[in-house]
Protein backbone atom coordinates (compact mmCIF):
# COMPACT_ATOMS: atom_id res chain seq x y z
CA UNK A 1 0.00 0.00 0.00
CA UNK A 2 1.35 3.30 -0.51
CA UNK A 3 2.45 4.40 2.76
CA UNK A 4 1.60 8.07 1.65
CA UNK A 5 -1.89 7.47 1.13
CA UNK A 6 -2.01 5.65 4.58
CA UNK A 7 -1.02 8.58 6.42
CA UNK A 8 -3.30 10.77 4.66
CA UNK A 9 -7.47 11.82 6.02
CA UNK A 10 -9.64 9.09 4.90
CA UNK A 11 -10.48 10.02 1.69
CA UNK A 12 -13.99 11.62 1.28
CA UNK A 13 -15.99 10.68 -1.69
CA UNK A 14 -18.27 12.22 -4.11
CA UNK A 15 -20.86 9.45 -5.61
CA UNK A 16 -22.09 9.87 -8.21
CA UNK A 17 -25.07 7.12 -9.54
CA UNK A 18 -27.94 8.69 -12.15
CA UNK A 19 -30.17 6.01 -14.30
CA UNK A 20 -30.20 6.78 -17.40
CA UNK A 21 -32.03 10.07 -19.09
CA UNK A 22 -34.69 7.93 -21.44
CA UNK A 23 -34.16 8.37 -24.84
CA UNK A 24 -31.78 10.79 -24.44
CA UNK A 25 -28.12 9.43 -22.55
CA UNK A 26 -27.35 6.42 -20.96
CA UNK A 27 -26.60 6.09 -17.42
CA UNK A 28 -22.81 6.09 -17.96
CA UNK A 29 -23.28 9.28 -20.40
CA UNK A 30 -25.19 11.17 -17.55
CA UNK A 31 -22.50 9.86 -14.99
CA UNK A 32 -19.26 11.03 -16.63
CA UNK A 33 -21.13 14.24 -17.80
CA UNK A 34 -21.85 15.29 -14.03
CA UNK A 35 -18.18 13.94 -13.38
CA UNK A 36 -16.87 16.51 -15.54
CA UNK A 37 -18.91 19.23 -14.05
CA UNK A 38 -18.17 18.59 -10.64
CA UNK A 39 -14.23 17.55 -11.29
CA UNK A 40 -14.28 21.34 -12.54
CA UNK A 41 -15.52 23.12 -9.22
CA UNK A 42 -13.24 25.29 -7.97
CA UNK A 43 -11.17 24.20 -5.28
CA UNK A 44 -12.17 25.87 -2.60
CA UNK A 45 -16.22 24.33 -2.90
CA UNK A 46 -14.57 20.79 -2.74
CA UNK A 47 -11.80 20.99 -0.73
CA UNK A 48 -11.98 18.92 2.58
CA UNK A 49 -9.91 19.26 6.09
CA UNK A 50 -8.83 16.15 8.06
CA UNK A 51 -9.66 17.90 11.44
CA UNK A 52 -6.96 16.25 12.88
CA UNK A 53 -4.10 16.63 10.91
CA UNK A 54 -5.36 19.90 8.82
CA UNK A 55 -4.33 18.29 5.92
CA UNK A 56 -6.81 19.60 2.97
CA UNK A 57 -8.11 17.17 -0.42
CA UNK A 58 -10.20 17.05 -2.79
CA UNK A 59 -12.70 14.48 -2.75
CA UNK A 60 -12.54 11.02 -5.07
CA UNK A 61 -15.59 11.46 -7.71
CA UNK A 62 -17.09 7.89 -7.57
CA UNK A 63 -19.21 6.97 -10.66
CA UNK A 64 -22.10 3.91 -10.62
CA UNK A 65 -24.07 2.84 -13.34
CA UNK A 66 -27.52 2.82 -12.03
CA UNK A 67 -30.81 0.62 -13.43
CA UNK A 68 -33.80 0.54 -11.77
CA UNK A 69 -34.49 -2.47 -13.92
CA UNK A 70 -36.05 -0.48 -17.29
CA UNK A 71 -33.76 1.03 -19.77
CA UNK A 72 -30.13 0.30 -18.86
CA UNK A 73 -30.56 -2.60 -16.87
CA UNK A 74 -28.46 -4.81 -19.06
CA UNK A 75 -25.38 -2.48 -18.84
CA UNK A 76 -25.52 -1.74 -15.12
CA UNK A 77 -25.88 -5.35 -13.80
CA UNK A 78 -23.35 -6.46 -16.34
CA UNK A 79 -21.12 -3.80 -15.07
CA UNK A 80 -21.90 -4.95 -11.36
CA UNK A 81 -21.06 -8.26 -11.67
CA UNK A 82 -18.41 -8.46 -14.17
CA UNK A 83 -20.42 -10.40 -16.93
CA UNK A 84 -19.34 -10.84 -20.75
CA UNK A 85 -22.35 -10.18 -23.23
CA UNK A 86 -23.68 -13.00 -25.16
CA UNK A 87 -24.89 -12.49 -28.76
CA UNK A 88 -27.36 -14.42 -30.30
CA UNK A 89 -30.10 -13.89 -33.14
CA UNK A 90 -34.04 -13.69 -31.51
CA UNK A 91 -36.98 -12.42 -32.68
CA UNK A 92 -38.75 -8.99 -31.51
CA UNK A 93 -42.06 -8.34 -30.21
CA UNK A 94 -43.49 -8.82 -33.80
CA UNK A 95 -41.84 -11.87 -35.25
CA UNK A 96 -38.85 -10.04 -36.96
CA UNK A 97 -35.18 -11.72 -36.40
CA UNK A 98 -33.27 -9.56 -34.58
CA UNK A 99 -29.53 -9.87 -33.04
CA UNK A 100 -29.53 -9.36 -29.50
CA UNK A 101 -27.47 -9.56 -26.13
CA UNK A 102 -27.61 -10.80 -22.33
CA UNK A 103 -24.72 -11.18 -20.20
CA UNK A 104 -23.92 -14.23 -18.65
CA UNK A 105 -20.93 -14.84 -15.49
CA UNK A 106 -20.88 -18.33 -14.07
CA UNK A 107 -24.07 -20.13 -13.85
CA UNK A 108 -25.89 -16.39 -13.58
CA UNK A 109 -27.94 -15.07 -16.84
CA UNK A 110 -29.08 -11.16 -17.26
CA UNK A 111 -31.78 -10.48 -19.52
CA UNK A 112 -33.39 -7.69 -20.15
CA UNK A 113 -36.90 -7.79 -21.99
CA UNK A 114 -36.30 -4.69 -24.04
CA UNK A 115 -33.62 -6.34 -25.76
CA UNK A 116 -36.11 -8.35 -27.95
CA UNK A 117 -39.75 -7.22 -27.11
CA UNK A 118 -38.86 -3.52 -26.70
CA UNK A 119 -40.96 -0.92 -27.06
CA UNK A 120 -38.29 1.49 -29.17
CA UNK A 121 -37.71 -1.39 -31.93
CA UNK A 122 -41.19 -1.35 -32.82
CA UNK A 123 -42.22 1.46 -35.18
CA UNK A 124 -44.98 4.02 -33.59
CA UNK A 125 -47.20 2.90 -36.68
CA UNK A 126 -47.04 -0.74 -36.30
CA UNK A 127 -47.57 -0.44 -32.06
CA UNK A 128 -50.37 -3.65 -31.42
CA UNK A 129 -50.75 -5.37 -28.18
CA UNK A 130 -53.29 -7.42 -29.47
CA UNK A 131 -50.23 -8.75 -32.11
CA UNK A 132 -47.25 -8.62 -30.45
CA UNK A 133 -45.37 -11.52 -28.75
CA UNK A 134 -43.16 -12.18 -25.75
CA UNK A 135 -41.73 -14.94 -27.90
CA UNK A 136 -37.85 -13.70 -28.10
CA UNK A 137 -37.90 -13.46 -24.02
CA UNK A 138 -38.51 -16.63 -24.40
CA UNK A 139 -35.85 -17.63 -27.09
CA UNK A 140 -33.19 -15.87 -24.40
CA UNK A 141 -34.24 -17.93 -21.92
CA UNK A 142 -33.54 -21.00 -23.86
CA UNK A 143 -30.39 -20.23 -24.71
CA UNK A 144 -29.13 -18.93 -21.64
CA UNK A 145 -30.21 -22.17 -20.00
CA UNK A 146 -28.43 -24.32 -22.57
CA UNK A 147 -25.09 -22.37 -22.72
CA UNK A 148 -25.37 -23.43 -18.29
CA UNK A 149 -27.69 -20.49 -16.87
CA UNK A 150 -29.04 -21.67 -13.61
CA UNK A 151 -29.72 -18.07 -12.29
CA UNK A 152 -31.70 -15.57 -13.80
CA UNK A 153 -31.68 -11.54 -13.52
CA UNK A 154 -34.92 -10.84 -15.66
CA UNK A 155 -35.15 -6.45 -16.41
CA UNK A 156 -38.93 -6.30 -17.02
CA UNK A 157 -38.55 -2.84 -18.20
CA UNK A 158 -40.14 -1.26 -21.59
CA UNK A 159 -41.73 -4.03 -23.35
CA UNK A 160 -43.89 -3.91 -26.17
CA UNK A 161 -45.95 -6.71 -25.70
CA UNK A 162 -49.37 -7.43 -23.39
CA UNK A 163 -49.65 -10.83 -24.00
CA UNK A 164 -48.96 -12.04 -19.73
CA UNK A 165 -46.13 -14.09 -21.12
CA UNK A 166 -47.53 -16.76 -23.82
CA UNK A 167 -45.16 -15.78 -26.17
CA UNK A 168 -42.29 -16.50 -23.84
CA UNK A 169 -44.11 -19.80 -22.57
CA UNK A 170 -44.46 -21.37 -26.13
CA UNK A 171 -41.07 -20.64 -27.22
CA UNK A 172 -39.88 -22.59 -24.10
CA UNK A 173 -42.42 -24.93 -25.15
CA UNK A 174 -42.01 -28.84 -23.10
CA UNK A 175 -38.46 -27.25 -21.67
CA UNK A 176 -39.98 -24.70 -19.11
CA UNK A 177 -40.97 -27.66 -16.32
CA UNK A 178 -37.04 -28.83 -16.48
CA UNK A 179 -35.89 -24.90 -16.44
CA UNK A 180 -38.29 -24.04 -13.70
CA UNK A 181 -37.27 -27.28 -11.63
CA UNK A 182 -33.66 -26.20 -12.28
CA UNK A 183 -33.38 -22.86 -12.32
CA UNK A 184 -33.75 -19.64 -10.27
CA UNK A 185 -35.61 -16.90 -11.19
CA UNK A 186 -35.50 -12.78 -9.92
CA UNK A 187 -37.59 -10.30 -11.86
CA UNK A 188 -35.33 -6.39 -10.88
CA UNK A 189 -38.97 -4.35 -11.44
CA UNK A 190 -40.42 -1.63 -9.60
CA UNK A 191 -43.59 -2.21 -11.15
CA UNK A 192 -46.39 -3.98 -8.34
CA UNK A 193 -49.35 -3.76 -10.56
CA UNK A 194 -51.56 -7.17 -11.22
CA UNK A 195 -52.04 -8.76 -13.77
CA UNK A 196 -55.87 -8.19 -14.61
CA UNK A 197 -58.53 -5.39 -13.10
CA UNK A 198 -58.27 -1.41 -13.34
CA UNK A 199 -54.82 -1.29 -12.32
CA UNK A 200 -53.53 -4.23 -14.15
CA UNK A 201 -51.49 -4.55 -17.30
CA UNK A 202 -53.95 -4.20 -19.72
CA UNK A 203 -55.48 -0.95 -17.82
CA UNK A 204 -52.09 0.79 -16.67
CA UNK A 205 -50.13 0.25 -19.38
CA UNK A 206 -51.08 -0.83 -22.59
CA UNK A 207 -51.91 2.47 -23.89
CA UNK A 208 -48.72 3.10 -24.01
CA UNK A 209 -48.00 0.48 -26.57
CA UNK A 210 -50.68 1.66 -29.12
CA UNK A 211 -53.81 -0.13 -27.54
CA UNK A 212 -57.29 1.35 -27.58
CA UNK A 213 -60.06 1.45 -25.34
CA UNK A 214 -61.84 -1.50 -26.64
CA UNK A 215 -57.99 -3.69 -27.01
CA UNK A 216 -57.76 -3.03 -23.49
CA UNK A 217 -61.06 -4.68 -22.17
CA UNK A 218 -60.10 -7.70 -24.82
CA UNK A 219 -56.60 -7.96 -23.16
CA UNK A 220 -57.77 -8.19 -19.57
CA UNK A 221 -60.00 -10.13 -20.51
CA UNK A 222 -57.59 -12.69 -21.99
CA UNK A 223 -54.90 -12.06 -19.28
CA UNK A 224 -58.10 -13.53 -16.75
CA UNK A 225 -59.00 -16.89 -18.84
CA UNK A 226 -55.36 -17.45 -18.99
CA UNK A 227 -54.60 -16.80 -15.30
CA UNK A 228 -58.10 -18.87 -15.09
CA UNK A 229 -56.65 -22.15 -16.90
CA UNK A 230 -53.09 -21.66 -15.58
CA UNK A 231 -54.43 -21.42 -11.67
CA UNK A 232 -56.66 -24.81 -12.60
CA UNK A 233 -53.77 -26.62 -14.22
CA UNK A 234 -51.05 -25.52 -12.02
CA UNK A 235 -53.24 -25.22 -8.55
CA UNK A 236 -51.92 -22.00 -7.52
CA UNK A 237 -52.58 -18.18 -8.64
CA UNK A 238 -49.97 -15.64 -8.69
CA UNK A 239 -51.91 -12.97 -11.43
CA UNK A 240 -52.98 -10.65 -8.14
CA UNK A 241 -48.96 -10.98 -6.97
CA UNK A 242 -47.34 -7.33 -7.00
CA UNK A 243 -45.47 -7.14 -10.37
CA UNK A 244 -47.50 -9.69 -11.92
CA UNK A 245 -48.41 -7.13 -14.65
CA UNK A 246 -45.16 -5.94 -15.02
CA UNK A 247 -44.17 -5.87 -18.97
CA UNK A 248 -48.12 -6.51 -20.34
CA UNK A 249 -47.77 -9.77 -17.65
CA UNK A 250 -44.24 -11.31 -18.51
CA UNK A 251 -43.99 -10.92 -14.32
CA UNK A 252 -46.89 -13.14 -14.05
CA UNK A 253 -45.59 -15.77 -16.21
CA UNK A 254 -42.37 -15.61 -14.80
CA UNK A 255 -44.05 -16.20 -11.11
CA UNK A 256 -47.19 -18.30 -12.09
CA UNK A 257 -44.73 -21.14 -14.88
CA UNK A 258 -40.84 -20.34 -13.32
CA UNK A 259 -41.27 -19.87 -10.12
CA UNK A 260 -39.77 -16.16 -10.48
CA UNK A 261 -39.55 -13.35 -7.02
CA UNK A 262 -39.56 -9.81 -7.54
CA UNK A 263 -36.87 -6.96 -6.29
CA UNK A 264 -36.95 -3.51 -6.24
CA UNK A 265 -34.24 -3.44 -9.32
CA UNK A 266 -32.74 -0.68 -7.43
CA UNK A 267 -32.36 -2.43 -4.68
CA UNK A 268 -30.93 -5.50 -5.68
CA UNK A 269 -28.02 -3.30 -7.88
CA UNK A 270 -27.57 -1.17 -5.11
CA UNK A 271 -26.64 -4.18 -3.10
CA UNK A 272 -24.57 -6.20 -6.33
CA UNK A 273 -22.46 -2.76 -6.44
CA UNK A 274 -22.36 -3.05 -2.38
CA UNK A 275 -23.16 0.80 -1.98
CA UNK A 276 -23.69 0.85 1.17
CA UNK A 277 -20.02 -0.31 1.82
CA UNK A 278 -19.31 3.38 0.42
CA UNK A 279 -21.44 5.52 2.01
CA UNK A 280 -18.33 5.77 5.17
CA UNK A 281 -16.76 9.37 4.30
CA UNK A 282 -18.90 10.17 1.56
CA UNK A 283 -19.40 13.85 1.01
CA UNK A 284 -21.99 14.54 -0.91
CA UNK A 285 -24.32 11.35 -3.61
CA UNK A 286 -26.06 12.86 -6.29
CA UNK A 287 -28.62 10.62 -8.32
CA UNK A 288 -31.06 11.63 -11.07
CA UNK A 289 -33.20 10.73 -13.90
CA UNK A 290 -35.20 11.82 -16.79
CA UNK A 291 -38.03 12.96 -14.99
CA UNK A 292 -38.75 13.50 -11.36
CA UNK A 293 -42.14 13.72 -9.37
CA UNK A 294 -44.06 12.24 -6.95
CA UNK A 295 -43.98 8.77 -8.81
CA UNK A 296 -40.02 9.17 -8.37
CA UNK A 297 -40.83 8.43 -4.45
CA UNK A 298 -42.58 5.28 -4.75
CA UNK A 299 -39.43 3.07 -5.33
CA UNK A 300 -37.38 4.43 -8.23
CA UNK A 301 -33.71 4.61 -8.14
CA UNK A 302 -33.41 7.90 -6.46
CA UNK A 303 -35.44 7.21 -3.87
CA UNK A 304 -34.10 3.81 -3.12
CA UNK A 305 -30.32 6.14 -3.24
CA UNK A 306 -31.98 8.44 -1.12
CA UNK A 307 -33.25 5.73 1.67
CA UNK A 308 -29.60 4.41 1.77
CA UNK A 309 -28.10 7.81 2.70
CA UNK A 310 -30.70 8.80 5.30
CA UNK A 311 -29.16 6.93 8.13
CA UNK A 312 -25.73 8.29 7.27
CA UNK A 313 -26.57 12.02 7.12
CA UNK A 314 -25.08 12.25 3.37
CA UNK A 315 -26.82 15.03 0.95
CA UNK A 316 -28.37 13.37 -2.10
CA UNK A 317 -28.70 16.00 -5.02
CA UNK A 318 -31.66 15.28 -7.74
CA UNK A 319 -30.66 16.36 -10.88
CA UNK A 320 -33.47 15.47 -13.42
CA UNK A 321 -34.21 16.62 -16.87
CA UNK A 322 -37.22 18.14 -15.60
CA UNK A 323 -38.83 18.10 -12.14
CA UNK A 324 -42.57 18.74 -10.34
CA UNK A 325 -43.63 17.82 -7.26
CA UNK A 326 -40.71 19.66 -5.41
CA UNK A 327 -42.39 20.22 -1.95
CA UNK A 328 -42.82 15.84 -2.12
CA UNK A 329 -39.46 15.97 -3.00
CA UNK A 330 -37.77 18.12 -0.54
CA UNK A 331 -39.97 16.62 2.12
CA UNK A 332 -38.87 13.47 1.92
CA UNK A 333 -35.37 14.56 2.27
CA UNK A 334 -33.58 15.71 -1.22
CA UNK A 335 -31.09 18.46 -0.13
CA UNK A 336 -30.96 20.08 -3.31
CA UNK A 337 -33.35 19.66 -6.44
CA UNK A 338 -31.40 19.87 -10.04
CA UNK A 339 -33.54 20.40 -13.02
CA UNK A 340 -31.87 21.07 -15.96
CA UNK A 341 -33.67 22.00 -18.61
CA UNK A 342 -34.11 25.51 -18.98
CA UNK A 343 -38.39 26.49 -18.73
CA UNK A 344 -38.04 28.15 -22.48
CA UNK A 345 -36.62 25.14 -23.69
CA UNK A 346 -38.85 22.80 -26.27
CA UNK A 347 -38.90 19.30 -25.07
CA UNK A 348 -37.78 17.97 -28.86
CA UNK A 349 -34.50 19.96 -28.18
CA UNK A 350 -34.30 19.17 -24.42
CA UNK A 351 -34.45 15.50 -25.50
CA UNK A 352 -30.90 16.28 -27.66
CA UNK A 353 -28.02 14.52 -26.11
CA UNK A 354 -25.73 17.27 -26.73
CA UNK A 355 -28.31 20.10 -25.50
CA UNK A 356 -29.03 17.53 -22.59
CA UNK A 357 -25.02 17.62 -21.65
CA UNK A 358 -24.80 20.99 -22.33
CA UNK A 359 -27.50 22.05 -19.82
CA UNK A 360 -26.27 19.50 -17.21
CA UNK A 361 -22.63 21.53 -17.67
CA UNK A 362 -24.19 24.78 -17.18
CA UNK A 363 -26.33 23.84 -14.29
CA UNK A 364 -23.80 21.98 -12.03
CA UNK A 365 -20.80 24.42 -13.24
CA UNK A 366 -22.54 27.05 -11.54
CA UNK A 367 -23.87 25.39 -8.84
CA UNK A 368 -21.82 25.10 -5.46
CA UNK A 369 -21.51 22.48 -3.05
CA UNK A 370 -22.07 24.47 0.36
Known amino acids: ?8 MPENKIIIACDSFKGCMTSSEVNATVAEAVRQW ?16 SPEVITLEMSDGGEGMLSAFANALGADMVNMTAHDALMRPIRCSYAMTAD ?17 EQRNPMRTTSWG ?7 AYR ?19 TGMLRALDNKWRDIAAHCQFTLASDVTNPLCGPNGAAHVFA ?12 LDDRARRFAEASSR ?33 ADLLLTLTRFDDLLPDTLLIITGEGHSDRQTLMGKLPSRILAHALPHNIPVWLLSGAITDAPSLLAAGFS ?35
Do not use: W
Not at 42 to 57: E, F, K, R, V, Y
Not at 137 to 143: A, C, K, P
Open 42 to 57: HPSDALTTDATTGTTA
Open 108 to 124: TAIIEVAQTVGLQLIEP
Open 1 to 8: MNKNREQA
Open 207 to 218: PQKGATPAMVQQ
Open 336 to 370: RLLPITPPSMPLEEALKKETARSNILRLLQSTKLS
Open 137 to 143: VGEQVLH
Open 233 to 265: ALHRDCSDAPGAGAAGGLGYAFMQYLGATVQSG
Open 147 to 165: HGARRFIIGLGGSATSDSG
